[in-house]
């Protein structure tokens, strides 16, 4: 079962990565009001895992106000587009476990 949920989560990434790929060479054509608001980035943080845990539930909370406006148009307000948000936290096992000073 381990097994077959890594393949899963596997091909889910490379299709995001994918995506990713294909949206950002074609960036040059989206009005620079959207170029400018598009959030590109990583952030390393030290956390337990219960931190680790209740920051996915502050996103969680963050996203949730807008997620009835993807299966209700009428909460959409003008100029309202579709925007992929990614959450993906893990631990970087590549990453010391103590900074360096």
Known sequence: MAEAVGALNAAVLERYF???????KMRHLLPR?????????DTVLYL?????????ERIRDLLDPYEARHSDAGL???GAR??????IAFVDREFPEEPEE
Request: charged content about 35%.
């Open 33 to 41: 009001e959207w170029q400018e608001a598009e959030q590109f980035g």
């Open 82 to 87: 579709p925007v992929d948000i990614l959450r």
């Open 18 to 24: 994918e995506r990713m790929v294909r949206v950002q």
């Open 48 to 56: 337990t895992a219960d931190e680790l845990a209740a920051l996915g």
């Open 76 to 78: 959409r307000p003008e």
